[in-house]
């Protein structure tokens, strides 16, 4: 089945590391974004990409990063910069412009 | 930038009681998006629904692009259908999709 996949489910870090989110899909979608949900709270778009080797910053993009070398996959990381990184995680794609979105099951980031 | 509202923010119903939640927004959109997010935050697209009607089993949506605004409707409702309701919106040229801050939705037995 087609899907988004995440992982891991939960993590936890040390203040000053730099921790890399996995996300990876098999719906043949160009487009690609992770949000960032805080309790309570609605999602907030960090990065996105439209295509290979593309990516533009979204809303709350500093003190992260993310690549797209291939189209199945867009990993974020989330470096020593980010000064609150507890939230929950969430990675989405869908047809460029089109259509509906679909996410993965998320990733839990707990800064201990 | 368009702005989106849902209502209300918090909704209690009873099992098998029926309910509307609604989405405003303030432009034209080209893309409009209801999710449920249940208790364990897993996002699930409902409806991808710029304009008319869907329905999916107990669910339907109705928007209504020239007056700004859609519909979701949850019949026979079930403990399951707790979570979070979000809207969300593409207008324009925007490559991103704009978020209501949901609607908070608990059913109990």
């Known amino acids: 089945d087609g899907g988004i996949t995440q992982s891991p489910k939960y993590l936890f870090r040390k203040e000053g590391q730099n921790v890399t989110l996995s996300c990876e899909q098999n719906?043949?979608?160009?487009?690609m974004y992770w949000y960032r949900q805080d309790p309570g709270q609605g999602l907030r778009l960090i990065y996105y990409?439209?295509?290979?080797?593309?990516?533009q910053k979204g809303d709350i993009a500093e003190g992260y990063s993310v690549s797209r070398e291939k189209k199945e996959s867009f990993p974020l990381t989330v470096t020593s910069a980010q000064k609150n990184p507890t939230a929950f995680y969430l990675c989405?794609?869908?047809?460029?412009?089109?259509?509906?979105?679909?996410f993965g099951s998320g990733t839990r980031l707990t800064v201990v | 930038g368009i702005q989106v509202e849902q209502s209300p923010p918090d909704l209690i119903l009873q099992e098998g009681a029926n309910s509307t939640l609604r989405c405003n927004f303030s432009d034209s959109v080209n893309n409009l998006q209801w999710f449920h997010q249940n208790p364990w935050g897993q996002l699930i697209n409902l409806f991808y629904i710029p304009s008319g009607t869907k329905q999916n089993g107990r669910l339907s949506a109705t928007t209504v692009a020239t007056e700004r605004y859609s519909l979701l409707y949850i019949s026979s409702s079930q403990t399951t259908d707790s979570g979070v309701y979000f809207c969300?919106?593409?207008?324009?040229?925007?490559?991103?999709?704009?978020w209501g801050l949901g609607t908070s939705l608990a059913v109990n037995p």
């Open positions: 990409s439209q295509i290979v080797n593309d990516f």
């Open positions: 719906l043949n979608h160009d487009a």
């Open positions: 969300a919106v593409l207008a324009g040229n925007n490559r991103k999709l704009i």
């Open positions: 989405a794609s869908s047809v460029e412009g089109v259509g509906g979105y679909t």
